[in-house]
């Protein structure tokens, strides 16, 4: 596997694929590479020619400057998981080579940015926008993966690249969970014993409340789930949404979509992870 920090460096590679034919795929990471990023790499090697993983960790989309700080930066660790997983290009270049000059562009899809995580984390999804335009612009992949852990992010991308024209294709990917249950996430690294114990309530309870909510309405059923992660101790709840899983917007009965999705964020301690289930599809 090749490793770039540059633009240049990183086209030059590309030109030579693409000479042979071949086909790209595109995986943006903010490294601190787990199996849910492996999982999305593996399909890449799997469905394209070559695969560039890009390893960036975008300061534009962190509205809080001590996330910014704390979020973990493992290059040397992740390059060998993206070797092992078969990537072509790891592309890990600096903030500068990403942003040379401000980026003042301003991406508004709402309404699927201006609920959830769009008004809890206010210019979050602009910066996303900002990162995954310029590495589209950049790579230029036949293909792009995202995990659907990310939910809200891959609708509001799927929205960018239909809006914006980029002759590429989205592949969402599933969720990977630990084998109990526990949504893999970057920031899993930073729980204590104690709070990844804690933290295990919250992909118990939406798996329970699919079961729940046979036999109950949409109204009840975030009802359960708020009060349950009001009892989980350890636990606070920021928000549980019954959404439809295209427009992003509240449902109100479960008939009133044909596919449904429960998206929360839960901060243990200081922690805050997100997640999602689906009530139907
Ligand atoms: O999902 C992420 O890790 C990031 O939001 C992404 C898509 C790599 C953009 O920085």
Known sequence: ME???????LQASLSALRAQGKTVGLVPTMGALHAGHASLVKRSVAENDATVVSVFVNP???????DLEKYPRTL???????????????FAPSVEE?????????FSYAPLDTVMEGKYRPGHFNGVCQVVSKLFDMVKPDRA????KDF??????????????????IVGCPIVREADGLALSSRNNRLTPEQRTEALQISQTLFASVEYAKSHTVAETKQFVEDRIAAAPGLRLEYFSLVDGNTLQDVSAWD????????ITVFCGEIRLIDNIKYKE
Do not use: W
């Open 60 to 66: 534009t989309q962190f509205n809080d400057k001590t």
């Open 98 to 106: 990403v942003y040379p000059e401000p980026d003042t562009r301003r």
């Open 3 to 9: 490793i770039v920090h540059t633009v240049r460096d």
């Open 152 to 169: 809200q992010q891959l609708a509001i991308i799927r929205e960018m690249v239909r809006q914006m024209h980029f002759p590429l294709q």
């Open 76 to 90: 040397e660790a992740d390059c060998r998981l993206l070797d092992e997983c078969g990537a072509t290009i790891a």
């Open 256 to 263: 009133d979509s044909t596919y449904i999705v429960g998206c």
């Open 145 to 148: 993966y995202f995990g659907e």
